[in-house]
């Protein structure tokens, strides 16, 4: 059964620092894209960062600079180090792991910032 597992989510003050990670299970053999998205109440589901099994990464415009996403191909694991936190990045984070014929999501994991 293919699992991909969310951890690291919390409050924290504006100007802080929180750390996502996300294991997938080894069922999955071939993972290419891994990524981190993350939805607001009222909101849409939105891309936050993306890294190829080729190392290339992508994030959206408003945490550039903040955000890094780094992945472990050895462990199937794909981290979110998020710094300079901003109330507007409170949302549900969602991981996302992708083989060449499926995505698959985690359950999502709560990061609110505080003012």
């Known amino acids: 059964q293919v699992q991909v597992r969310e951890s690291g989510g919390g409050l924290v003050q504006a100007g802080g620092s929180l750390k996502l990670s996300c294991a997938a299970s080894?069922?999955?053999?071939?993972?290419?894209?891994m990524g981190w998205y993350r939805q607001a109440p009222g909101k849409q589901r939105e891309l936050v960062a993306s890294i190829t099994s080729g190392g290339s990464t992508n994030y959206a415009e408003s945490v550039k600079g903040r955000f890094t996403i780094s992945r472990n191909d050895a462990k199937n694991t794909v981290d979110l180090q998020m710094i300079g936190l901003k109330p507007e990045d409170t949302a549900v984070y969602y991981c996302?792991?992708?083989?060449?014929?499926?995505?698959?999501w985690g359950q999502g994991t709560q990061v609110s910032v505080s003012s």
């Open positions: 080894r069922s999955i053999l071939k993972v290419n894209r």
């Open positions: 996302l792991v992708s083989d060449p014929w499926h995505d698959y």
